[in-house]
C-alpha cells in the first residue's frame, strides 16, 4: 500500500473536528518545509486518542516492518 493509499484511508476515518483541524494545519497558499509543518504539529494541542484508534496505529506501525511482541504492543497501547 502506497503512502498514499495510506494516507487517504487514515483520512476517512477522522471525526469531523480533526478533518477540520489537519485543514488547517495543511492549508497554505504556499508549500511549508518539514520544519514548519513539525513545528505546527508540536504547537498543535493533544488529541484524546480511544483504544480502537490506538490499536490501528500500533497496527499500521508494526505492517511498516517493526517487530512487536504482544506484551509490547499492550505496553504501548496501555502505559
Same mark, same amino acid.
Not at 7 to 29: G, S
Not at 44 to 72: C, F, M, W
Given at each position: 500500500?502506497? =503512502?498514499?493509499?495510506?494516507?487517504h484511508?487514515? !483520512?476517512? /476515518?477522522?471525526? +469531523? $473536528? @480533526? !478533518? /477540520?483541524?489537519?485543514? #488547517?494545519?495543511?492549508?497554505?497558499?504556499? +508549500? !511549508?518545509?518539514?520544519?514548519?509543518?513539525? @513545528? /505546527?504539529?508540536?504547537?498543535?494541542? +493533544?488529541?484524546? *486518542? =480511544? =483504544?480502537?484508534?490506538?490499536? /490501528? !496505529?500500533?497496527?499500521a506501525? #508494526?505492517?511498516?516492518?517493526?517487530? *512487536?511482541?504482544?506484551?509490547?504492543?499492550?505496553? $504501548?497501547?496501555?502505559?
Amino acid at each position: 500500500m502506497s =503512502d498514499m493509499d495510506r494516507l487517504h484511508e487514515m !483520512i476517512e /476515518r477522522l471525526p +469531523p $473536528r @480533526q !478533518i /477540520r483541524a489537519l485543514l #488547517t494545519l495543511l492549508d497554505t497558499l504556499q +508549500p !511549508i518545509s518539514d520544519e514548519e509543518l513539525a @513545528q /505546527r504539529l508540536s504547537e498543535s494541542p +493533544p488529541e484524546k *486518542v =480511544d =483504544d480502537e484508534t490506538s490499536a /490501528r !496505529i500500533l497496527a499500521a506501525e #508494526t505492517e511498516q516492518g517493526e517487530n *512487536v511482541s504482544h506484551d509490547e504492543l499492550k505496553r $504501548r497501547q496501555f502505559p
